[in-house]
DNA sequence: ATTTCATGCAAGTACATACTTGCATGGAAA
DNA sequence: TTTCCATGCAAGTATGTACTTGCATGAAAT
């Protein structure tokens, strides 16, 4: 049986990713919490705290699953940066409304987003690179190659493919779009 | 002198892209505009109207930045792709908070973002994708690469860049992140 | 000189939304 | 059993926002 505040959490992750911030309403919230409109403001001292637990609870659930899925693979550069790329498009594609929704308050919101989107993939990032640093070293990545710019690109390109999916799905598949990212960027840093 | 007409249009697009669709009041638009709020209707039925024309102007402007600049060298790929690049860089980044914002809207005006987003660049992204099919002939590209898929692996790298900017400008300046996406995307089509 | 027309201004309407208060209820803990 | 405590419900307040109406004004067209 999940508490209350669990189920006003999830309601307003689903209505904020729906209706966007100012658009998502309190009465709203509740009713897609299956709760009354004052036991909301009873849990949530008002509409921009609960806001806040929403991004506290969602950093803290994408900040889980990079850290428990292991992605890199000693001597294996290929299948490190297809589980990379696998397990990060995954949090976004399943999040994809609220990512969305989200990126667009990113000027609104600045300390929130920042959270949920760079505090949270920060563990991650920095083992993803440190891992690209060492295969550079490795040479088996080129040395003229920026490889904290280059994995940001990465995974600007799955971002991207989120974000605009609702514009490019009649066109090809996500899995589809992630495959050829993938396929560029290893084919890129390759020396 | 610009047109009453114009000017609220300007003023609409800049409230837009700083306080939201919904977060955007006719009163500020007004405001903004140096007109009276009773003026901003008489011009405008309403603010979905007012909605409708910023995106249809928005859209024939970046229509027309897109096919005004020539970016096609015949025989010079890099120089192509890094003109194709540079210009679609250059329009979103000009206009970063509409187009994040509007991003974040996909869901909620998806019609009208087809237009802003899809319809403006059409023709120069076909361009692009024949260009790219004309070098994959002459194999300057290699054959087992979607160059469609491609192409739009490039836009996205380009535009996270632009829709994540407030998070990571403190880490590189654009133009950096724009130079190692091209880098990338030559290198990744190689033969 | 007269008319037309775009605009400003003051005021107001209707509605939605965030948030509050007071009371009733039912189930769990003491 | 009694006491809590979380919740529901009805009602209400305060504010903001889209949008309207009526009138005055000044500049340009006739």
Do not use: W
Not at 23 to 40: C, D, K, Q
Not at 118 to 124: H, I, L, M
């Amino acid at each position: 049986m999940k508490s209350t505040d669990d189920r006003i959490i999830e309601a307003a992750i689903r209505v904020f990713g729906r209706d966007g911030v100012s658009g998502a309403t309190t009465r709203e919230i509740a009713r897609s919490a299956r709760v009354n409109e004052v036991t909301l403001f009873r849990h949530f001292k008002n509409k921009d705290e609960l806001l806040r637990q929403v991004i506290i609870q969602c950093s803290k659930r994408y900040e889980h699953v990079f850290n428990e899925a292991p992605f890199a693979t000693p001597d294996d550069l290929r299948h490190t940066v297809q589980n990379f790329a696998s397990i990060y498009a995954g949090v976004i594609l399943e999040n994809e409304d609220f990512v969305r929704t989200f990126f667009g308050e990113l000027n609104r919101h600045l300390k929130l987003c920042q959270r949920l989107f760079v505090d949270s993939a920060k563990p991650a990032r920095l083992k993803f690179i440190a891992y690209l640093q060492a295969a550079q070293k490795g040479r088996l990545i080129r040395r003229d190659l920026d490889v904290v710019t280059a994995a940001d690109a990465l995974t600007g390109m799955l971002l991207a493919g989120v974000i605009r999916r609702p514009l490019t799905k009649a066109l090809y598949p996500y899995e589809t779009f992630v495959e050829t990212c993938v396929d560029l960027f290893l084919k890129g840093i390759e020396p």
